[in-house]
Each structure stands twice: as C-alpha cells, then as structure tokens.
C-alpha cells in the first residue's frame, strides 16, 4: 500500500478552470506536506510545502491541510496550458533524515 | 533559483558494466539525496548523505550501490556491476535543512539505460 496516496490520477481542465489534487498519507508520524510540479523530462520543482493546519496560498495556487486526517489538496485557479504536468505530493517527518515519500502523482492537461 | 547539476544528462551502458552518475550539489547545501524514477512511475527514495556518511538507504539501494562526496566535489552514486533493472532516470537533491523541513532541490536527472 502506498504510503502518499494521491487522486486522482489524471485531471483534463480548460483554460481558465479550477484544478483540485488530493493527496493523503497513511503514515501518522508524517507532519509535512510538499507539492511538485514535474514537466516531462524536467526535474520536480517545489510549488508548495504547508505544515500547519489551514490555508496556504500564493498566487494562484492554494495548498489545504488538515493534520487529522493527514490530507492535503491543491488547488490552481485560472489554470494555463503551461500548468499541464506531473503534479507530486510528498510528505516528510520532523526529526526524520530528511528525505521524501512521494505519491504517483497526478497528471494534468490543461486544454486551450 | 538554486541549481543542481546532474552529469551525464544520459548513458547507456551494457549491463555488467560500472556507471558513476554526479551531482554538484547547491553550493552550501549538506544533504544530499538520489531518488529513481522509472518511466511513468513513482519517484522513489535511494539513500541519503550528510556529513561524509550515509544516513538512511531503501530497499532499492541494493549492494551494488554506493556514494560518496570526496572532499567537497561532486556526490557520486555508483553503480557495479548494473542490471536490466537500474534503467531509469535518477535524480540528485540537496538541502540545506535536516529533518524533512528542508525543500529539496532537483537536478535534471540522469537518464541511465542499461542493455
């Protein structure tokens, strides 16, 4: 069973849309949450990392979080054809060595 | 933004050949990570590094793995002998922080094929 499970696996939204990813994490000692974007063939570049409960936005990208049931979710407002990519959640433990555990990933393809 | 460099982009070796894939972390950065991410799959964690040592290694670093980062060049992940199954593009990270409340930042990946 996957550690970070994230939905759903691929999203079509039109320009202009709203996209909405989901991702949770199975693993309670987990208090981190990270959001990269992976274009194809290019390196995963952080878009967002929230800890705390609540809201998080920058520009047109919200990050949710509810530590109890360890879920988080994107959200891009106003999506563009160069938002189409590889969207990964990954998640990290305070204390831990440090490293990430990412989901599959959601694919979205943003049409003209 | 911070840059990692990753080289070679790409290499393709007969399996039971040696191949040494580098990483030129950000420079002040002191944790360095290898992921593997086979075509279409997950971005699965290798082993990471501070400090000259390893500090925690997966499942997938199999014994025929090994890193390094003498004296300040480049982070190393070896690989000997290879496999079918080491085909896959492996990405290098650093940070600057511990604890996973560092970001990690990427290079572009080295894309190794093995025949």
């Known amino acids: 069973q996957q550690k970070v499970q994230q939905s759903p696996e691929s999203l079509i939204v039109p320009e202009g849309g709203m996209a909405s990813l989901n991702c949770t994490s199975s693993?309670?000692?987990?208090?981190y949450f990270w959001w990269y974007r992976q274009h194809s063939g290019k390196s995963p570049k952080m878009l967002m990392?929230?800890?705390?409960?609540g809201e998080k936005e920058e520009g047109r990208f919200t990050v949710h979080l509810n530590k109890a049931s360890l879920h988080t979710s994107l959200h891009i407002r106003d999506s563009q054809p160069s938002d189409s990519a590889l969207y990964l959640c990954a998640a990290s433990m305070t204390g831990n060595t440090g490293k990430l555990i990412f989901g599959l990933g959601t694919t979205l393809q943003v049409q003209p | 933004g911070p840059k990692v460099l990753q080289i070679p982009s790409h290499q393709i070796i007969d399996m039971g050949q040696m191949v040494t894939l580098n990483c030129d972390p950000v420079?002040?950065?002191?944790?360095f990570y290898w992921y593997k991410q086979i075509l279409g799959q997950q971005m699965e964690f290798l082993v990471n590094?501070?400090?000259?040592?390893?500090?925690?290694k997966s499942k997938l670093f199999k014994d025929q793995f090994s890193v390094e980062r003498p004296d300040g060049s480049y982070f190393t992940l070896k690989i000997q002998p290879t496999a079918l199954e080491d085909s896959a593009v492996y990405f290098c990270?650093?940070?600057?922080?511990?604890?996973?409340?560092?970001?990690?930042?990427f290079g572009e990946g080295s894309k190794l094929t093995v025949l």
């Open positions: 590094f501070y400090n000259g040592k390893v500090m925690e």
């Open positions: 990270a650093s940070s600057s922080r511990p604890g996973g409340t560092g970001q990690l930042y």
């Open positions: 693993d309670r000692n987990v208090d």
């Open positions: 990392s929230i800890f705390s409960n």
């Open positions: 420079s002040n950065h002191l944790y």
